[in-house]
């Protein structure tokens, strides 16, 4: 069985006293009620320690928002996977769409990344998904396809098989619109079936692949129930436990 996830990105959002209070808010849900899915969370990284602190119990998993693809040294304002492993970190995300965006970040760091991330013990969660642009030129296929080769390819069975995808369509994130269920599901069908043709369907079979398009409480269920889809990245939905529980109850039968 793949694991099930919903997993918030809280992005640059939360003065400390806010994100302490959101954290503790959402250990109280936890404890409360029955979630068919893991629940993660990551926040800043000034509030890692925090989170670790609040969810001592790893009721709750905790993630970089990034790291480095440097083991250590000289890098200035970086994050390295000894230090994510140090505090007992779950894992980071890897190649979000706005670290592609505004910091240049390719499929090539994104491999070097994953590496070191599972050679920590780290979960790496790779993320992917075509341009507005891409998707209206009919790209978004090949697109995907060279990502995921390009930045997961060089990884035995095993080590993929530890890997969560977060498919991201980038005209979707923070723009209110979001990807059919149907369209979201063609895309994931589509990345465990290039997983499938390297590694064999039984690993594929393996590879939790979450949305990361504008998840919202009301539209969580059905996208949730497509074959391919195993949860979501959320982002502004995360940022306000009412709509975050919500989204986590779309796995509720």
């Known amino acids: 069985m793949r694991r099930k996830i919903v997993a918030g990105n809280w992005k640059m959002n939360k003065n400390v006293i806010d994100a302490q209070q959101l954290m503790i808010q959402l250990l109280s849900y936890k404890n409360s009620n029955t979630t068919n899915c893991?629940?993660?969370?990551?926040?800043?990284?000034?509030?890692?320690?925090?989170?670790?602190d609040i969810f001592e119990k790893?009721?709750?998993?905790?993630?970089?928002?990034?790291?480095?693809?440097?083991?250590?040294?000289?890098?200035?304002?970086?994050?390295?996977?000894d230090m994510l492993e140090s505090i007992d970190a779950t894992g980071s995300l890897i190649g979000h769409s706005e670290r592609r965006q505004y910091h240049g970040e390719t499929d090539?760091?994104?491999?070097?990344?994953?590496?070191?991330?599972l050679d920590k013990g780290l979960i790496?969660?790779?993320?992917?998904?075509?341009?507005?642009?891409?998707?209206?030129?009919?790209?978004h296929f090949e697109v995907v396809k060279n990502q995921t080769e390009v930045a997961l390819f060089t990884l035995s069975a095993e080590e993929i098989k530890k890997v969560v995808i977060a498919y991201e369509p980038v005209w979707a994130i923070g723009t209110g619109e979001t990807a059919t269920p149907e369209q979201a599901q063609e895309i994931h069908a589509h990345i465990r079936s290039i997983i499938a043709a390297k590694y064999g369907q039984e690993v594929a079979d393996e590879v939790s692949i979450l949305y990361g398009g504008s998840v919202k409480p009301d539209n969580a269920k059905e996208i949730f129930s497509q074959l391919d889809i195993d949860g979501g990245l959320i982002g502004g939905a995360a940022l306000k436990l009412e709509d975050f529980s919500k989204i986590i109850e779309g796995f509720n039968s």
């Open 108 to 117: 090539s760091h994104c491999n070097r990344k994953i590496k070191l991330a």
């Open 38 to 52: 893991e629940v993660w969370i990551a926040p800043p990284s000034l509030y890692l320690m925090m989170a670790k």
């Open 58 to 81: 790893d009721e709750i998993g905790v993630f970089s928002q990034d790291m480095s693809e440097h083991e250590s040294g000289a890098y200035t304002g970086e994050i390295s996977a």
């Open 124 to 139: 790496p969660v790779y993320c992917n998904g075509e341009t507005l642009e891409q998707r209206k030129a009919g790209q």
